[in-house]
C-alpha cells in the first residue's frame, strides 16, 4: 500500500488548465482516469488527508505510485480525451458498464453491392445502418419476418448468395417470394439497392408512406376486378401493420429521443435507456454499473452519456440521421443534468452535426415516459442482485480462502496457472492461462511452444514446465531489466536470451509501451502461480524460480486425481473441502489452463500433420502447391514428372520446377507424415498411449505421460 504523499507532484508543477490526469499503480498500470477543468485543484483534492478521503478513493490512491497529466485546449476535448484513454486502458477504479455492445440491432448493409439484412452485434460498421437495439434477436427475426413479405431484400450469408449465383438457382426464400432473388437475376442491382433502402426508411419510421402506396395499389387492383392481386395487397398491408403495431406510439409529436434512468445505491446502479424515434419506441438497454469510484448521479450521468454516444463518428451522415438507435438524437432526456452540462451538449452536438439538448423532462408524455423507464432500471437492478448477488461475494470469499490455505499475505488478485499438453512427446506446447480478481483475463493467455535443450522438445513433464516457468519469468526479470526497475541486474547472457525469447516477440523499453500506454506481454508478476500436477511439478517449478533468484511469488499445484494443494518443498498437501470456494476457483484455473493448452496441441498437431513435402520448395506458395496437385491428381504422380512438365503448369517457371524436382527426389515416405487415424505404435519405454477423445484424462503424475 503505498502513501499519496510519496508521489505527490511538487507545488506548481501542476497547471491551473483544463486536462486529463492518469493515475498508474507499481507496475505501471493506469487504475484511473479522470478529467477536470482545473488540473491543479482537482489533483490537489486527492493529496488531502487520506482519511478525509472516500473509501473507494482511498484504495485508488493507496495503490496508485504516479500520476500523470495531459493539457488540452477546452473542456469539450477533455471530455473525449478521457472517454478514448477510459476506453483503452480498462482503469480498474473507473465505473464499468457492464453488458455493453451486447444487445442486438437490425442491420442493413447499404454499402454492400447486394444490401443484406441481418441481425449484428458489436461495433458499428461504416455503410450500414442499424436499428435497436432489441432485447432478444428473435424479436428482430419477428419483425423481418413480417417486412419480407413486403420488402423481400436479401438475408443469406456471403457463401449462400455466392452458391447461389454460381448453381443458377435462388434459395427457399426466393421460391416462396420472401427474398428478391438478386443472386440469379431476378431482380437488377439498382433495384435491389433501392428495395434495401425502402426496407431502412419503413424501419426507421417512415411507415404512412408505404402503407399508403399499398392501399392504392390494391384499389387500382380491385377497380380492374384482379381481386387475387388485391388479396395480396390487403395481406401485404396487414403485415406492415402487424410490424408497426409491435412499436406503439409513446410520444404524438414524432420526437426523436433517448430516455435514460438510473436506479441503484452507494455501490451498484442499473441504468436503462428507450430508444425513440418517430415517436415510438425503437429499442430499449441497459447496463448494471459497480461504483468503484466515487461519483454523484450527475458525473454517473456525465459517463453514461460517453459510454453510449462515444463511438458515434463526428460528421457521419448515416450517425446523423437520427435513424439508428446508436446515433444522437435530437433531445437527451436524463434524470439528473450533468455537472458540465454545456461542454456535453456542445459535444453531443458535434457527433450529431446539429444542436442536441439535454434536459430532464418536467411533465406531460415525456415525464411520463422517463418514469417508466426508472421502473424499468429498478426492475433490472433488483433482477441483478437476485442472479449475482453471490457473485462478489463468492470471489471474495474464495480469495481469501486461498490466501489463508497457503498462508500467503494478501488475497493473490492475480493469478497464473499453467499446463503442458502434447501427444506421445510430440507437438509440444504449454500455456499460461491469467485470472484477476478471480475473473479470466483472456487478453493475457499466453502459449509456448516446448523445446527442450536440443529442440526437440522437453524429456518429460518436469522439464517442460521448468522450461515455460523459466522463460516466463526470465522474460519478466529482462523487461524489469530494460526498464531499470530491479535492484539485482540479470548477467548480459540472460537479458540476451529473454529477448531472443520468439515466444514473448521482442523486449521494448520496460513494462508499459510508451506509445500506446498498454502493458508488455509478460511485465507483470503473479500474486500466485498455479501448475497443473503434483509434487514433480511443483518441484521444477520451484527449481526454476530458485534459480532465477524470484522469492516474493508464491506457488502451488492442483493435482487432478485427489484435488490436493502442493506447496513446494511439503511432505503432505493440503486439502481444501469439497465445497470451498477457493478450491472452486483453483479447479476453474487449473480447468482453463488444461482446456487452453489442448486447443493450442491440437492446432499445432493438425498443421503438423497436414505438412506436404511442397512446403520446403522455396518460392512455392499454397496457390501454385493446389495448382500442381490438381494438375498431376496426386503427389505421386507429381513426383514421377520431369521439370519439363511440370512447367507446362501455368504459373510454373522452369527454376521453380526444377527445384520441385529436387525437392521430391527423396524416398516416396520419407516426408509425408502418419495418418491421423493411423495406430500409434506403443513406445519403449512403456508409456502409455494418448487415449480417446471421451476416455478419461490420464493425471499429471502418470509415469512417463506429460501432463495434458
Not at 451538449?345 to 415525464?367: A, N, Y
Not at 490438381?630 to 526444377?658: C, D, N, Q, Y
Amino acid at each position: 500500500m503505498a502513501d499519496p504523499a510519496t508521489y505527490r507532484p511538487a507545488p506548481g508543477e501542476i497547471p491551473d488548465q483544463p486536462g486529463v490526469y492518469r493515475f498508474r499503480d507499481k507496475d505501471g498500470r493506469v487504475v484511473y482516469v479522470g478529467k477536470a477543468k482545473s488540473l491543479r485543484s482537482r489533483l490537489n483534492s486527492y493529496f488531502q488527508d487520506v482519511a478525509g478521503l472516500h473509501p473507494r478513493t482511498q484504495q485508488m490512491v493507496t495503490t496508485a505510485a504516479s500520476v500523470q497529466w495531459t493539457v488540452v485546449g477546452t473542456e469539450v476535448e477533455a471530455l473525449a480525451l478521457e472517454y478514448s484513454w477510459i476506453k483503452e486502458f480498462d482503469p480498474r477504479f473507473n465505473v464499468k458498464y457492464r453488458d455493453d455492445k451486447s444487445y442486438p440491432y437490425l442491420a442493413v448493409t447499404l454499402a454492400d453491392q447486394f444490401p443484406r439484412v441481418q441481425v449484428m452485434r458489436g461495433a458499428k460498421r461504416p455503410g450500414t445502418r442499424y436499428f435497436g437495439p432489441y432485447a432478444h434477436a428473435w424479436a428482430i427475426r419477428e419483425t423481418v419476418d413480417l417486412l419480407l413479405r413486403v420488402f423481400p431484400v436479401r438475408t443469406c450469408s456471403a457463401g449462400v448468395f455466392k452458391r447461389a449465383k454460381q448453381q443458377g438457382r435462388p434459395c427457399l426464400l426466393g421460391y416462396i417470394d420472401k427474398c428478391s432473388a438478386p443472386c440469379v437475376g431476378k431482380i437488377s442491382q439498382e433495384d435491389h439497392h433501392v428495395l434495401a433502402e425502402e426496407f431502412a426508411d419503413f424501419m426507421a419510421g417512415d411507415t404512412a408512406r408505404f402503407t399508403k402506396r399499398l392501399t392504392q395499389r390494391m384499389q387500382e387492383a380491385s377497380a380492374e376486378l384482379d381481386f387475387e392481386r388485391a388479396a395480396r395487397l390487403r395481406d401485404d398491408i396487414g403485415a406492415l401493420k402487424r410490424a408497426t403495431e409491435k412499436n406503439a406510439v409513446v410520444l404524438s409529436d414524432g420526437t426523436d429521443a433517448d430516455i435514460f434512468a438510473l436506479a441503484g445505491d452507494e455501490l451498484e446502479a442499473a441504468v436503462q435507456v428507450f430508444h425513440v424515434r418517430g415517436g415510438r419506441i425503437r429499442g430499449q438497454r441497459g447496463w448494471v454499473v459497480e461504483k468503484v469510484e466515487d461519483l454523484s448521479d450527475a458525473q454517473l450521468v456525465e459517463h453514461l452519456l460517453q459510454q453510449v454516444y462515444g463511438d458515434v463518428p463526428g460528421g457521419d451522415p448515416a450517425a446523423a440521421s437520427g435513424a439508428a438507435a446508436g446515433s444522437v438524437p435530437r433531445e437527451v432526456l436524463v434524470p439528473v443534468l450533468p455537472d458540465d452540462l454545456e461542454q456535453v451538449q456542445t459535444w453531443l452536438s458535434g457527433l450529431r452535426g446539429s444542436r442536441v439538448q439535454v434536459r430532464v423532462p418536467q411533465r406531460g408524455d415525456k415525464h411520463e415516459l422517463a418514469e417508466t423507464v426508472r421502473k424499468n432500471a429498478e426492475h433490472a437492478l433488483a433482477l441483478h442482485r437476485t442472479r449475482r448477488a453471490g457473485d462478489l461475494t463468492t470471489r471474495s470469499q474464495a480469495l481469501q480462502e486461498i490466501q489463508e490455505a497457503l498462508g500467503l499475505d494478501s488475497a493473490p488478485l492475480r493469478i497464473e496457472c499453467y499446463d503442458v499438453s502434447h501427444n506421445q512427446g510430440t507437438y509440444q506446447v504449454a500455456s499460461m492461462v491469467v485470472f484477476e480478481d478471480g475473473l479470466a483475463r483472456k487478453s493475457e493467455y499466453r502459449t509456448f511452444g516446448i523445446r527442450g535443450p536440443e529442440g526437440t522438445g522437453a524429456r518429460d513433464d518436469t522439464a517442460a514446465m521448468h522450461e515455460v516457468i523459466t522463460r516466463r519469468f526470465r522474460r519478466y526479470l529482462a523487461e524489469r531489466e530494460q526498464a531499470g526497475d530491479l535492484e539485482l541486474g540479470l548477467g548480459e547472457d540472460q537479458v540476451a536470451e529473454a529477448l531472443a525469447d520468439a515466444d514473448a516477440g521482442p523486449v521494448r523499453s520496460g513494462p508499459i509501451d510508451e506509445t500506446t500506454g498498454r502493458p508488455q506481454r509478460f511485465a507483470y508478476p503473479p500474486n500466485l502461480v498455479v501448475v497443473d500436477g503434483g509434487p514433480p511439478q511443483v518441484a521444477a517449478a520451484a527449481a526454476a524460480l530458485a534459480e532465477l533468484g524470484i522469492d516474493d511469488v508464491a506457488l502451488c499445484g492442483l493435482a487432478k486425481r485427489l484435488e490436493e494443494v502442493w506447496l513446494p518443498g511439503e511432505d503432505y498437501p493440503v486439502i481444501l473441502q469439497r465445497s470451498s470456494e477457493g478450491l472452486y476457483l483453483l479447479q476453474r484455473v487449473r480447468d482453463e489452463a488444461h482446456r487452453f493448452a489442448i486447443t493450442a496441441h491440437r492446432k499445432k498437431r493438425s498443421k503438423g500433420m497436414t505438412v506436404s513435402a511442397l512446403d520446403t520448395v522455396p518460392g512455392l506458395g499454397p496457390a501454385r502447391s493446389a495448382a500442381l496437385l490438381k494438375h498431376f491428381g496426386s503427389l505421386k504422380r507429381l513426383r514421377a514428372a520431369t521439370a519439363e512438365e511440370i512447367a507446362t503448369v501455368p504459373g510454373m517457371g522452369a527454376r521453380t520446377a526444377a527445384a520441385v524436382v529436387a525437392a521430391l527426389a527423396g524416398p516416396a515416405d520419407a516426408a509425408a507424415p502418419a495418418p491421423a487415424d493411423a495406430p500409434v505404435p506403443a513406445p519403449a519405454d512403456g508409456a502409455v498411449p494418448e487415449p480417446a477423445a471421451d476416455a478419461p484424462r490420464p493425471t499429471a503424475d502418470t509415469p512417463g505421460m506429460l501432463g495434458a
